[in-house]
């Protein structure tokens, strides 16, 4: 069974530009997570979605980002526009309502803005 | 003061060792307990559950503390394969009714030959 896909797999842009990074959650998981991770603050929780509608937002940084699920088998996380400073690895996760404390983590997105 | 709070290590220690982590939380809202796993480089993967009697799985034995707010993770007769970063997870239900979910950072495991 496929886990959890993430793409790109890694991403160098310019400060500036407009990132999108996309995932698509194990079919029949009903979360679906967002994370950033970096080695000074470790792994942040940004957003998560339950049934494609977002739960709880606080964790995104500001209003650079963005995230959207129009259906339960894709979302994406926008940064626009990038900045240096949101350099990391973004993890996408997802689980289902029986088990929500399990999370199944995809491969991640390393970002890395000049 | 920082929500889950772990010692970054590395913590070296020979094969065939027992090794115990700690994992502080400050928020009395917290309902729920997880270790999961990270190798250098990968996603982090679910570990073990914590239960409040203590609960083992092979070599692992994870415990919760409630009164202190904290928990634990033994490893014993460790292996080479056990090397990873060991991350802490806490849920907690704050009075918004929203779940939160709160990683720590991270204890970092080199077990040597």
């Known amino acids: 069974d496929a886990g959890v896909i993430q793409s790109p797999r890694h991403e160098v842009t310019e400060m500036g530009q407009e990132v999108t990074l996309r995932c698509k959650p194990i079919?029949?998981?009903?979360?679906l997570f967002w994370y950033r991770q970096t080695m000074m603050r470790g792994l942040e929780l940004l957003i998560y979605?339950?049934?494609?509608?977002?739960?709880?937002d606080s964790g995104m940084p500001e209003d650079r980002f963005s995230a959207k699920m129009p259906n339960a088998s894709f979302s994406t996380l926008k940064i626009q526009p990038s900045e240096p400073r949101d350099s990391a690895v973004y993890f996408c996760?997802?689980?289902?309502?029986?088990?929500?404390?399990?999370?199944?983590f995809g491969p991640g997105t390393r970002l890395l803005v000049l | 003061r920082k929500e889950v709070e772990q010692d970054p290590g590395p913590f070296n220690v020979p094969e065939g060792a027992t090794v115990a982590f700690n994992c502080t939380y400050s928020?009395?809202?917290?309902?729920?307990f997880f270790w999961y796993r990270q190798d250098c480089r990968k996603e982090p993967k679910l570990l073990m559950s914590?239960?409040?009697s203590g609960n083992e799985d092979g070599r692992f034995t994870a415990q919760l503390n409630r009164a202190s707010q904290y928990i634990s993770l033994l490893i014993r007769d460790s292996k080479l394969s056990d090397s990873a970063t060991y991350l802490c997870?806490?849920?907690?239900?704050?009075?918004?009714?929203?779940?939160?979910?709160?990683f720590g950072t991270g204890t970092r495991l080199k077990v040597l030959a």
């Open positions: 996760a997802s689980s289902n309502s029986d088990r929500v404390e399990t999370q199944y």
């Open positions: 079919s029949g998981h009903d979360y």
């Open positions: 979605f339950n049934n494609n509608v977002p739960i709880d």
């Open positions: 928020n009395s809202a917290s309902q729920s």
């Open positions: 914590v239960y409040s």
């Open positions: 997870v806490v849920i907690l239900l704050p009075t918004s009714g929203t779940y939160k979910y709160i």
